[in-house]
């Protein structure tokens, strides 16, 4: 169990694990299709992606966490 202090980094964490590897996996099989190489661009794609989305959920969830706040009572 980790502390409570490393909550948010472990939600930037998993929320960009999760939500690259889902993006990654179904555009790449959009794009491409599914053949004996798949993985193979599946993983490239998903090297480029997943510090794109943790880079993206550090920006993003502060600024939608605020929103929310302000939009909810």
Known sequence: MFPKKYSK???????GL???LLMTLIITYIN???????????????????P??????TIV???IEKFVNRITK
């Open 52 to 57: 794109v989305a943790m880079i993206a959920t």
């Open 9 to 15: 980094i472990l939600f930037i964490f998993f929320m």
């Open 32 to 50: 491409t299709g599914y053949d004996e190489l798949y993985v193979k661009r599946f993983l490239k794609a998903w090297s480029v992606s997943l």
């Open 18 to 20: 999760g939500m690259s």
């Open 61 to 63: 969830a502060p600024v």
